[in-house]
């Protein structure tokens, strides 16, 4: 890995976790083609489903910190 991009990494891991997660979004958007119209809406489609579930009371979401916690302890093999 060159000098440059071991030096962005350090500084973006000072970074707090939101913004962090900002820089991540945003070098993952740098890496996609153009949009893709149907996917953007199928994507909507998903999100529209998802949200009205929430409303209905059919799924009930979990706090960030909860999943947050159960990925971390799955990657560690502690599931």
Not at 11 to 18: G, T
Not at 22 to 51: F, H, M, N, Q
């Amino acid at each position: 890995m060159a000098r440059l991009a071991k030096d962005i990494i350090k500084a973006a891991i000072q970074l707090p976790e939101n913004e962090r997660v900002l820089v991540v979004e945003e070098l993952l958007a740098s890496l996609e083609p153009g949009t893709d119209k149907d996917v953007d809406a199928a994507w909507a489609a998903e999100i529209e489903r998802r949200s009205r579930e929430i409303k209905e009371g059919a799924v009930r979401p979990l706090p960030w910190r909860q999943v947050k916690s159960r990925v971390r302890k799955q990657a560690r093999g502690e599931t």
